[in-house]
């Protein structure tokens, strides 16, 4: 009877199985020879979560390359559209789009400075859902797309979100920027100075509760909308 060759690392024998002095068949000699050589290759041949997230890490870098460049270009040229397409393609076509913070906001800047108002809540509200970008990042580029098209008074709750979710990391209030932060649309809407402080009271009652529902400040501020109508 004739004996099967026998791989001793994985167990693989077969009538046409051929295993080298060390009595490895081809492909864990061929691993072996990774190890000692090129440990990476090894674990993205042989390792199913590395080669994946060696995959996502490649994939990011590709799209951070093309964000870096199309934002240098910016740079020199000033156009907005053209910034705007490339940003697009990496940061809303691609799947999984681009992970950055900065170049999130970077894209935001464009839509505003380009006077896409639209695109940029649509954008906005997209990052929530994605969490693509803290809450108190997002509801300040709101407020400032309200205020572009002066609707003040959602702008100021926008505002309000903001300064609360920012609150939440350290439960502390910052009455004083809250203030100036709500005081142009105040007087755009023609209310009296005295309801920013009492606007900056319904903010600080929630930190100090430790509160950060969103929906209860909402709820209070539009009953003050209401009543103030």
């Given amino acids: ?28 000699a061929e691993n072996d020879k990774l190890i000692k050589t090129d440990v990476k290759k090894y674990l993205y041949k042989t390792d199913a979560s590395y080669r994946k997230a060696t995959d996502e890490l490649d994939h990011q870098d590709r799209l951070l390359k093309v964000a870096l460049k199309a934002r240098d270009q910016y740079k020199i040229d000033g156009d907005c559209d053209k910034a705007i397409s490339e940003y697009e393609k990496v940061m809303i076509e691609a799947t999984p789009p681009l992970k950055s913070n900065a170049h999130a906001m970077f894209l935001l800047d464009l839509y505003l400075k380009a006077g ?34 002066e609707k003040h008074a959602e702008a100021i709750k926008m505002l309000m979100l903001h300064h609360l979710a920012k609150s939440k990391w350290n439960n502390i209030f910052n009455r004083e920027a809250f203030i100036k932060d709500i ?21 600080s009652a929630q930190v100090k509760a430790k509160d950060y529902k969103e929906s209860a400040l909402t709820s209070k501020y539009s009953e003050y909308v209401k009543a103030h109508a």
Avoid at 117 to 146: F, S, V
Avoid at 187 to 200: G, M, Q, R, Y
Wanted: glycine share 6%; charged share 30%.
């Fill in 1 to 28: 009877m004739i004996e099967l060759a026998k791989c001793k690392r994985c167990g693989k024998s077969g009538l046409f199985l051929r295993t080298n002095s060390q009595g490895l068949c081809k492909d864990c």
């Fill in 116 to 149: 896409y108002n639209n695109k940029a809540w649509g954008y906005t509200n997209k990052l929530i859902q994605t969490h693509g970008l803290d809450i108190d990042k997002i509801r300040k580029y709101q407020a400032k797309i309200l205020k572009k098209e």
């Fill in 183 to 203: 005081m142009p649309s105040i007087k755009k809407l023609k209310w009296a100075p005295e309801d920013a402080d009492t606007l900056a009271d319904m903010v």
